[in-house]
């Protein structure tokens, strides 16, 4: 079977220029009377062993040409369609490519950390998993101190050590106070911003969230510079119009404490069902207590200092009118794209 040779069948496919062309090799091959259709038929007095032995091969070499031909024909009818009758506009507007953005944590975390960069404080973060000693203990809160209950803490079996105490998950950022202390360099514009823990979990707090801590201390800090570095935070964040107003509270590790209001977001501070008489609760601050500056091994005579420390979550909410914490959490798409 000479004249079924596999690589002329295959020249003559491939050089075939037409589809009449390509229509011949096929009737030559496998039409009623070509030469597969032929050998098909001689087979058939031939022992049965061997009848099979050759069926096979010709029906690899019929699916051989079948294929080639197959292919020849889509290339040949590609090369000659008609480009008249298609047409490519390159100014029109191509589908765009779906793209995520950071999450509405991450986008408020830099955006707090670009606010106070600009009036010179320094972002740092310090260990999650933390002493009694840095949380509680050396900012002034001795041990069964009733203070220590309003933060709902975890704490971890096992986990002691001799000098600072009980190991936890730290419940706030002021632990960051001390150790940004002991490095002992003067001045210090600190802003830490981590992860904390409580047990707490309703639409307003969550067993994790973020909260950011200012420390500035230099000589002569008075209330008015606290006062000041909140308003321009505020005003930053908020807009222009958000006026601040702090109030006397008490915290063990500031001397005098502070609560920091601004104006509410929705009625701009006329009052309303939210916020009663105009103002919304940002968070805590004061001046440095004289015993945590001596715990940090800064002498209390020569140096002066705020804090504050407040929560992301809560301050993205309070901007965007948001009513529960736990959407920030949940993944949702419809929610998270809409930011
Ligand atoms: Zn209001």
């Not at 004289?290 to 002066?304: C, F």
């Not at 992301?312 to 009513?323: A, G, N, T």
Request: hydrophobic content about 35%; glycine content about 8%; charged content about 30%.
């Amino acid at each position: 079977m000479e004249s079924l040779a596999r690589e002329k069948i295959k020249k003559a496919v491939v050089t075939a220029k037409t589809i009449e062309e390509l229509e011949k090799i096929r009737i030559k091959y496998l039409g009623r009377k070509g030469i597969v259709t032929q050998a098909f038929k001689e087979i058939k007095s031939l022992p049965s062993e061997e009848r099979i032995q050759e069926g096979k091969k010709l029906n690899q070499i019929k699916n051989l040409i079948q294929t080639l031909i197959a292919k020849k024909d889509k290339e040949i009818k590609l090369r000659n369609r008609n480009l008249k009758n298609e047409w490519l506009d390159v100014t029109a507007p191509g589908l765009k490519p779906q793209q995520g953005h950071l999450h509405l944590i991450t986008q408020t975390i830099r955006e707090i950390a670009k606010i106070f960069q600009k009036i010179g404080f320094n972002r740092v973060r310090y260990p999650e998993i933390e002493w009694d000693w840095y949380a509680f203990e050396g900012l002034n809160m001795p041990p069964n101190h009733p203070a220590r209950d309003n933060w709902e803490t975890f704490f971890i079996q096992d986990l002691e050590n001799k000098k600072y105490g009980k190991g936890i998950l730290t419940p706030h950022t002021s632990s960051g106070q001390l150790r940004e202390m002991e490095k002992k360099q003067l001045p210090i514009r600190m802003l830490n911003i981590a992860k904390c823990y409580r047990r707490q979990s309703d639409i307003s707090h969550a067993p994790m969230f973020y909260q950011f801590e200012g420390l500035l201390i230099d000589k002569d800090i008075n209330v008015s510079h606290l006062k000041g570095t909140l308003d321009f935070f505020s005003k930053q964040y908020f807009g222009p119009k958000r006026e601040t107003r702090i109030r006397p509270f008490h915290f063990r590790f500031t001397e005098p404490s502070f609560e920091v209001d601004v104006t509410c977001v929705i009625c701009n501070g006329r009052g309303c069902s939210v916020c009663k008489e105009g103002w919304l609760e940002l968070g805590g601050a004061g001046m440095v207590h004289p015993k945590v500056l001596a715990n940090g091994g800064i002498d209390p005579q020569k140096y002066s200092g705020f804090a504050w420390g407040w929560g992301v979550e809560r301050l993205f909410m309070m901007k965007y009118k948001i009513p529960d914490i736990r959407l920030l959490f949940s993944g949702d798409l419809d929610f998270l794209k809409q930011f």
